[in-house]
């Protein structure tokens, strides 16, 4: 008995599909072949193509995606190079004041006058600490002297800021501070000749 899915849509048992002939029980013709063989090829052709034009867009995709990044980066270093080179000058002018070397002079000298110099600096600039190491490396007088966390007391002598500055005159260097936990750039300039220093004078930029 013929069942149901012994017909075609013309109504004669043993077709199963549209094209005359090809899908009857028994060996399949040859041209039925090609036809299945030519079939198999264009899907695969149309395949290929379809993962190709994906993997082009994949990659002009993420070519976009790079160079946007890229263009963000330059724009982000330039506004930290840009926020660093607004207080690279201060070390320097705080190195040459007279109550800044006074500070300096010897165990006995007095740093309230120092103390408040710098604060002033601090809040007039908008760095974010400035400070002054002795030869030891021992802050002597911050522009946070009378804050929770004060710098004086504190030894820097470990940084390479404070190395930097007491042998070729100026020191740059990015870390972590050590008494606050806050990152910054700190600017290092030396206090007094390189024969005979007197110190260093630090300005911390806040990079958080």
Same mark, same amino acid.
């Given at each position: ?13 043993? &077709? *199963? ?16 072949? &090609? ?6 090829? %264009? /899907?695969?052709? *149309? ?5 190709? %034009? ?25 506004? +930290? ?6 207080? &690279?000058? *201060? ?12 500070? *300096? ?5 007095? /740093? ?27 802050? +002597? ?21 404070? &190395? ?14 050590? /008494? ?29």
């Amino acid at each position: 008995m013929t069942t149901l899915a012994g017909f075609a849509a013309n109504g004669e048992p043993g &077709r *199963l599909g549209p094209t005359p002939g090809c899908w009857q029980y028994g060996p399949m013709p040859l041209p039925c072949r &090609r036809h299945v063989l030519r079939s198999i090829a %264009v /899907t695969a052709l *149309l395949l290929t193509l379809a993962g190709a %034009v994906h993997m082009a867009a994949r990659r002009a995709g993420l070519a976009g995606l790079d160079a946007e990044l890229h263009n963000r980066l330059m724009l982000a270093q330039h506004a +930290v190079v840009t926020q660093v080179e607004r207080y &690279r000058y *201060l070390p320097g002018v705080v190195a040459q004041d007279a109550r800044i070397q006074a500070a *300096l002079a010897g165990p006995d000298a007095v /740093t309230g006058r120092a103390d408040a110099y710098l604060t002033a600096i601090r809040d007039l600039s908008g760095v974010d600490e400035i400070y002054v190491l002795d030869v030891a490396g021992r802050a +002597v007088a911050a522009s946070n002297h009378a804050e929770l966390g004060s710098f004086v007391g504190q030894n820097y002598a470990f940084r390479p800021y404070f &190395r930097q500055a007491l042998e070729v005159g100026q020191g740059r260097y990015y870390a972590v501070g050590v /008494t606050t936990g806050i990152p910054g750039y700190f600017l290092a300039s030396r206090i007094g000749p390189q024969e005979a220093p007197l110190g260093v004078a630090v300005a911390k930029v806040d990079m958080s």
